[in-house]
């Protein structure tokens, strides 16, 4: 059967997070390193000392308009207040749901009361865009830096194991509406472990996260704060203020999602000078989507950085499977099939290929990709069906198709749900779909992704018309962006007479992808 384990030794680095709550990183550095640099956030620079007050000041300000059990909700841009949530929220004995502000005002006021959230915190600009429900109290930055300066440093909330619930993170699927997954404690330190035994980390790193804190990639935060290194944020990705801030702060490795390094290397092609500002880099790290090998093949070229990826997902607290260095370069001196490769399972991540009734499938063979490992989440929130869907027999059903090789090695083929991959966010077909079907003149839509080459992905509605109706594209895009985040918006809109269905009368979207795939002057402009 198809099926691959990571290796059980040597023993880990970071064995002593076993066990921990997620403050247990921060309270270990700080006693050990307390001067050392732990998060620098614009020209905000605070040691690991002063993140453990910031922490403990949390969980006192936290506990002062909530009760043990409450979720509180963070969104906005990047931020040091993230930071503080990540570990205070949790050590309070509440639990943190993150707030995506890319999501639109209803998706978001959604989210707030479906996790039952008690307090929204973010910009102010943010808060009053999402108008959150009655009974929701609001921070904005300013309240939540002047409650943290008023509050007297707390202590952990007590009773609370390692399996307590930590984090809340929304995720798209094929339902439609986005699903909680709940990560505890443990769950994130064992993504964190298993990164750390596929990604060194020397006690040099300086690391810049541009990726969203509101995604599950911020779990790097809490990767690099347990090897004591420095944490670098970006409120948001932008070429020029990545080529500064790497300069200014020498930052080793950093994470980007294939969107940001084709956008960073088309900055150096306007500014070929800038290079010079990258020369501290060593290390890209990518996940989220597949990096195209062309441009893996240009950044090598021009920045002469190691490569190494990762594979996982919210319901996975992070990454799991992991492709190294040593596996880029020789992807990159001529081996394409590594380069297409998603890795080998860290160590304790038990990964299995099976076919549609569940059942082991051989080596080679295409299936979906299922995960065995203590860093899958708990369960979703308050969504027991789901959960029994999602969590059979101790193995979590990925919803993506690979193959196994003999060695181990995991690539992926294709995604067995139908969620588009769009610079690195997913989108839900079914969810876009229910909007469109809100359009008057609209009778049937099916929302497939296209290939594109800077955002992986774009959204296209393949539509057909009411009898007698005649169907606007712009109309359909704005109903779209009405309702929901502008990257879940179509960039293309095809009429058609008719969709590819099988016997049963479901469209056949492999079907339709092909033919769009043979038919590119039906996409038209870009929208």
């Known amino acids: 059967m198809a099926t691959a384990s990571g290796p059980t030794g040597p023993d880990d680095a970071l064995a002593w997070t076993a066990g921990l709550r997620l403050h247990g990183v921060v309270d270990r550095l700080a006693a050990a390193a307390p001067a050392a640099p732990a998060l620098v956030d614009g020209d905000h620079e605070t040691t690991f000392a002063g993140l453990a007050d910031r922490v403990a000041r949390t969980t006192a300000f936290v506990a002062a308009s909530s009760a043990p059990g409450d979720r509180i909700a963070v969104v906005g841009e990047n931020h040091r207040s993230w930071v503080d949530a990540y570990y205070g929220v949790p ?21 707030l009361a479906r996790s039952g959230a008690r307090v929204l915190v973010g910009p102010a600009a943010e808060l009053d865009r999402i108008d959150p429900p009655s009974g929701v109290v609001r921070v904005d930055l300013d309240a ?79 990767h690099h704060h347990a090897r004591g290194v420095p944490v670098v944020l970006l409120a948001r990705f932008d070429p020029a203020d990545f080529v500064a801030t790497v300069a200014r702060r ?20 306007e500014h070929p000078g800038a290079v010079d500002g990258l020369a501290s880099l060593r290390q890209i790290h990518y996940g989220a989507a597949p990096m195209p090998s062309p441009v893996l093949r240009a950044a090598r070229e021009r920045l002469g950085v190691d490569f190494s990826q990762g594979y996982g997902m ?28 998603a890795g080998r399972p860290a160590p304790g991540v038990a990964v299995r290929i099976v076919d549609d ?62 969620v588009i991959v769009t610079g690195g966010e997913n989108v839900s077909s079914l969810e876009v779909e229910q909007v469109i079907h809100t359009v008057p003149a609209v009778g049937e839509v099916a929302v497939v992704g296209v290939p594109d ?18 169907v606007d594209a712009d109309a359909v895009v704005a109903a779209v962006r009405a309702e929901l985040a502008g990257y879940k918006t179509p960039r293309h809109v095809v009429v058609v007479d008719v969709l590819p269905k099988n016997a049963t009368g479901k469209v056949v979207k492999a079907e339709l992808r092909a033919w769009l795939a043979g038919h590119p002057e039906r996409l038209g402009d870009r929208r």
């Open 91 to 111: 050590r309070a004995g509440r639990i943190l749901v993150f707030g995506n502000h890319r999501l639109a005002a209803p998706e978001l006021r959604s989210v």
């Open 144 to 222: 939540w830096e002047a409650g943290l300066a008023a509050a007297a440093p707390a202590p952990p909330v007590a009773g609370a194991d390692a399996g307590a619930d930590a984090w809340i993170i929304y995720t798209s699927g094929t339902t439609g509406r986005s699903k909680g997954a709940v990560l505890t404690h443990a769950s994130v330190l064992a993504a964190v472990r298993a990164s750390d035994a596929c990604r060194t980390v020397p006690p040099d790193e300086v690391y810049l996260l541009p990726f969203p804190l509101a995604h599950i990639a911020g779990y790097n935060v809490v």
């Open 250 to 269: 020498r930052v080793t490795s950093a994470s980007l999602a294939a969107t940001m390094l084709h956008a960073l290397l088309g900055y150096l092609d």
């Open 314 to 341: 919210t319901e996975l607290s992070g990454n799991a499977v992991f492709l190294d260095a040593a596996a880029h370069r020789a992807g990159l001196a001529g081996d394409d099939a590594l380069l297409r490769a």
């Open 357 to 418: 009734a569940g059942a082991p499938l051989p080596a080679g063979s295409p299936g979906e990709i299922e995960v065995r490992a203590d860093q899958v989440m708990d369960r979703y929130w308050e969504e027991p069906e789901a959960t029994a869907s999602t969590l059979a027999g101790g193995w979590l059903r990925t919803g993506d198709v690979g193959r196994l090789a003999p060695d181990g090695l995991l690539t992926i083929v294709d995604r067995k749900k139908d």
């Open 453 to 470: 080459p800077r955002w992986g992905e774009n959204v296209c509605a393949v539509v057909v018309a009411r009898p007698g109706a005649v």
